[in-house]
């Protein structure tokens, strides 16, 4: 064990394993969790070579092999919980993305949601066992998230009593779908249903791509590989062009809809039932926010006690970086942001639950709300968590450029995240729209609930035009509640602004849809600033259920530390409108400086309660044991330049150049 | 050629030829720039497989042919204006780094600088000939930026009057130089020299590494490539590990400093002369941070024309997504940004040229300053391109991920200038401590001149304690020359305030060193600011020099555009520091909100003006024609996955998977 590393241990004030379990969420799974990866890493068929030293084809064909043994091993150990299965499939797939993710996560799902009885007795079991292997066929080139863009049709023809599939444009070809490349020999696509000279919208087909035995693509079925990406390496994302295909009608997805054999159209009883999905997968998406940055932070965090550079005082050992106030500067708000999103995440997930008993009795009454706030903590905390990784990466110097930080794939596996499942920024306007309905609802005296409370009091409180520092908004700047406070006026004032900005543009003879997009900056800022108040409100509101008080002082710290860095950040915004005064905002910068004095003794504990196995983390830099130099020596000798002392390339190009002077 | 992109340029409203002389820095350039690309892309021997196809040796050898070729080209061909040269590798190279770009960078000119005449005879031609392929060994595993903390030893042995060349330690090990992995035969090794058991500190040796006719590492020599990175991936960065390797005492390059042959230090004559290459390198790190976001924002903006999206009115065919207020908002500052920089590239480069003559006479007397102002401009520049290439690749949506679209490369090769030639908080760190030095001699009644200049009026300006409203500092929030101005003010208060707290740091009796770490945060924001201030400067004067009446309307346009997002970007300082009020503020948000409409006409011209040939592009999505779909079908058709239908992980893993139910 690195003897810094120890060190900064034993300067802990709190209990590692009991913040674990806060984070894990409750002791139970946190020992679960511990016995599920003894299992996977003390098994040698699960070990891997770094798929960093692979090619593209090596890399894709590991995951495939690591994925078959993990069903088989799930097969044999009986797996089943769903906790289980996801701690399982971390440790096997080591938070890497693979080729059959869209089958478990998509395909099944997909089939248990919208499979008529008769077509789960055909699909789900061959499914579950792998006979079949399916992916959800959605965007196209031409189109993400916009959906009602989809151009790929199924057209009815009763004559046969088929869907005829078809791909009418290049940018209709399906494009990106994970798995769809090589892996799967059915998918599930969504394709503009045509029946007796009507178009009814998106569907959902089951359409087998390749022969079941020989796995070549069936005829006018044109599927491949979308080529190389920006992470995602092990997985091929695919295209998929359809030639006229036809399929029975018994394969379009009929649950709610249907099509009857005479080509009557037969419409779903309510569009909001796909909602649900949507919030799930986006809820997912702010607790993997919270993870991925807590892997960044722990590699930083460790790197930076191991790593000694420079001088503070002259004639003094070097000290390790992060005593130099700008490395605290970058790591303990990113840090604080970390469990932030954490938290956000366990939230969102706890909410999910709790009101998708209510969704499958058909009560959608919350779901609107739930939509709206996850679209934009979606896009809130995925922006954020990216840019803080990069931040990490570069705040290791040199060796964060190098694969063996793990920090440059952390990155590109995770800063997709801003685009799938809804880009960012339609996101953020779509929490817009709900914020300006909601304010507009206030004004005309209804009364809301919810996250979106505040909008009450907008007609009663006057946006004030100056900062008014004689009589400031918070007391006490170091008042975390007094800070929520002013968090949420902000977002209030940012609401307000953004409807006003559609309001003068109306006023200016703007169409609707026009005074929309002329406001989309000030639309964008509201979300933004509504994101902001509920990180820091939940941040806050978890504090109240932990009861071990030196946790509760590390976490309340943090907390601190998130809502002020906010500020400094968005300073702006809190002068503007006269939340905070000028000296009021000197006083934030001191504090700030006291905080990251404060949580320095306490920052390697606060990343080991993240609780990372080294061989999920895979970084030679954020090792537990702090040994870094050694291991990545060793890690470059093995590389595959390195497998012979001479590469070919003197032989063939630069000793010819000594004889053609 | 696509339609929209047709049409876009129909509406430009300038010669964009004359804006490219603008930015080449003459016609002449431009004109003698396409002559060389013709040359060189019409040759189908320098055509290259798509590298992101390539596994990692591939790579190396595809850049190692091509530029063994381009050697031999512009021999044949004699080129030799460095200005050519540098024409004829970008086009080679496709602006990406190789294995030879050290021996040419810094091998020779190393050895121009710094070997005695004996040296040059002995060394020179053969480098010049590619015999010797040489590079520049500096950073080890466990420094970088702080030179002073490297562990290689050179010892002189006065018996055998050769240096025992040694890596004492594992973090000892030579780490990072470009080409030393696999294509050096010789380096310039960097090493504390100890002579007579006194050391002297860093000194630059040349070390053989490898046979000269087998090219296998020499006895002692432990040499090899440092494994895959994130980006640089044509380039044999090295380790090197010396184990008691004895070089001749003539390998010490000794023009300036000597060890004679009984072992007798003789100093060099003075510190400075190895500033001037810093200073060099850093200018073009500087230009580069232009041309690689140029790049991004040619790629970002010409898709944004050609992708339609979703509605703006409901029943309008789906408009260009460049119509979106919020796509305008991210693409036109970046714009705006990478014509400022590329504008301050040239202004660097041009003083150092001024001043190099200078130099080279013994005069230093501006060097100090072009020191500081470099440092500080490399990390706000490189800091800046970094992030906002991260922008252009989101603000693509899917396809900005796809390898295909170019802008995962531009940035994975862009991030590392964020930390070589100097990390960038360290940067800006010196920066600062001109700054700092500079204040304090203002205050004590020196007379400053250059960029620093401003700070002579601050022992007369009063740090404003709240913002004023009444009397506004600037009159007209769009008039540039106003806005210079009070980005100077805000330059001036930051550094005022680093100053002071480094002040009550001392009162509360820390040592100066303690006082400065503990202020680094704010000394940080004051070299921002100072690099912010003389950007937005630099652009202004450039105006100044630009006669064509339309390309000074659309870049006046654009340097407005510069400085007033920079303001709601740091809203706060300006509001703190009382430069604008509050309904200032209002106004500057409505202002950019009208130079984004007033831009959209011109964005495809102003980024065709950057004149990027399509294969130094390279991105399916930043065509010249626009033609992105067909061809990015194309792309994934050839990528290295679809060699065969079926990949043989199927037969491996995937069948087997169902017998085993």
Redesign the interface.
């Known amino acids: 064990m690195n003897p810094d590393i120890l060190k900064e241990r034993a300067s802990a004030t709190f209990d590692v394993d009991k913040l674990t379990y806060i984070l894990d969420g409750g002791q139970e799974k946190t020992e679960r969790r511990r016995e599920i990866e003894s299992m996977v890493f003390s098994n040698p068929d699960f070990d891997e070579v770094d798929p960093?030293?692979l090619?593209?084809?090596e890399r894709?064909?590991q995951a495939?092999?690591k994925?078959?043994?993990m069903?088989?091993k799930m097969?044999e150990y009986g797996i089943a919980d769903p906790d289980d299965i996801m701690y399982y499939k971390r440790c096997v797939q080591r938070d890497k993305p693979v080729p059959l993710d869209l089958h478990l996560g998509m395909f099944l799902p997909t089939l248990l949601n919208q499979a008529t009885p008769e077509q789960m007795d055909r699909y789900f079991m061959p499914a579950w066992?792998?006979?079949i292997?399916g992916t959800y066929a959605q965007?196209e080139?031409?189109?993400?998230?916009?959906l009602r863009?989809l151009e790929t049709t199924a057209t009815y023809d009763p004559d046969t009593q088929e869907f005829v599939m078809n791909s009418p444009t290049?940018?209709s070809?399906k494009?990106?779908p994970g798995g769809l490349?090589?892996?799967s020999n059915h998918a599930i696509v969504l394709a503009q249903l045509h029946t007796l000279g009507t178009c009814h919208g998106l569907h959902a087909f089951i359409v087998p791509l390749r022969d079941m035995d020989?796995?070549?693509?069936l005829p006018g079925v044109v599927v491949?590989?979308?080529?190389?990406?920006?992470?995602?390496q092990e997985v091929?994302n695919g295209?998929l062009k359809l030639e006229h295909v036809r399929i029975p009608r018994e394969n379009m997805l009929m649950k709610y809809s249907k099509v009857e054999p005479d080509g009557t159209y037969v419409k779903p009883p309510s569009a909001k039932l796909t909602y649900g999905t949507m919030v799930f997968i986006r809820a997912y998406i702010v607790a993997d926010s919270g993870r991925s940055l807590s892997k960044a932070a722990t590699i930083a965090v460790r790197y930076s006690v191991v790593r000694?550079?420079?001088?503070?005082?002259?004639g003094q050992p070097?000290p390790q970086i992060l005593?130099?106030?700008?490395?605290q500067?970058?790591l303990f708000p990113i840090l604080a942001t970390a469990y932030a999103y954490t938290f956000v995440g366990q939230y969102m997930t706890k909410t999910y639950q709790r009101i998708s008993g209510d969704i499958s009795e058909g009560n959608f009454s919350e779901l609107p709300e739930l939509h709206a706030l996850t679209a934009g903590l979606k896009a809130f905390t995925t922006w954020g968590a990216s840019?803080a990784i990069?931040v990490c990466?570069?705040s290791c110097?040199?060796h964060?450029?190098?694969?063996?930080s793990a920090?440059?794939d952390i990155y590109?596996n995770f800063?997709?995240s801003?685009?799938?499942e809804g880009?960012?920024?339609?996101m953020m306007?779509q929490t817009a729209r709900y914020l300006v309905k909601s304010y507009q609802q206030a004004k005309a005296g209804q009364r809301l609930s919810g996250t979106v409370a505040y909008l009450n009091d907008t007609g009663a409180r006057r946006v004030q035009?100056?900062?008014v520092?004689a009589r400031p908004v918070v007391a006490d700047v170091n008042d975390l509640s007094g800070l929520v406070e002013i968090y949420k006026l902000r977002a209030s004032i940012l609401v307000e602004l953004a409807a006003k900005s559609i309001q003068q543009e109306l006023q200016r003879r703007k169409?609707q849809?026009?005074a929309w997009?002329?406001?989309?900056?000030?639309l964008?800022r509201a979300s933004d600033a509504h994101c902001h108040y509920v990180v820091v409100k939940l941040f806050s509101d978890k504090l109240g259920e932990v009861g071990d008080a030196a946790i509760h002082s590390v976490l309340s710290t943090l907390a601190l530390l998130y809502a002020l860095h906010g500020i400094?950040n968005?300073?702006?915004?809190?002068?503007?409108a006269g939340l905070l005064s000028?000296?009021q905002?000197r006083q934030i910068?001191t504090s700030?400086?006291e905080l990251l004095s404060g949580l320095r003794p306490n920052a390697v504990a606060l990343v080991d309660a993240f609780d990372f196995n080294d061989k999920t983390l895979n970084s030679v830099l954020g090792r537990y044991d702090g040994n870094v130099?050694?291991n990545?020596?060793e890690?470059?000798?093995s590389?595959?330049?390195?497998?012979t002392?001479?590469?070919?390339?003197?032989?063939?190009?630069?000793?010819?150049?000594?004889s053609?002077?």
Not at 141 to 146: D, E, K, R
Not at 214 to 217: A, D, S, Y
Not at 308 to 314: A, G, K
Not at 400 to 404: E, Q
């Open positions: 960093n030293f090619s593209s084809s894709y064909d495939v092999r994925s078959a043994l069903i088989q097969r066992n792998f006979e292997i965007t080139m031409g189109h993400g998230t916009h863009g290049v940018s070809i494009w990106w490349g090589k892996t020989t796995h070549q693509p491949g590989d979308i080529g190389p990406k920006f992470g995602f091929d295209f000694h550079q420079s001088e503070i005082r002259p070097e005593e130099y106030q700008t490395q500067y970058k840019a990069e990466r570069m110097g040199g964060g450029f190098s694969r063996c920090l440059p590109v800063t997709p801003c685009t799938y880009e960012n920024t339609v306007l035009p100056q900062p520092s169409r849809e026009e997009n002329n406001s989309a900056i000030d964008v400094t968005n300073s702006g915004d809190f002068l503007q000028v000296p905002m910068s700030v400086k130099y050694e990545m020596f890690w470059a000798r590389s595959p330049l390195n497998a002392e001479v590469h070919e390339s003197f032989h063939k190009y630069l000793k010819p150049l000594r053609k002077l």
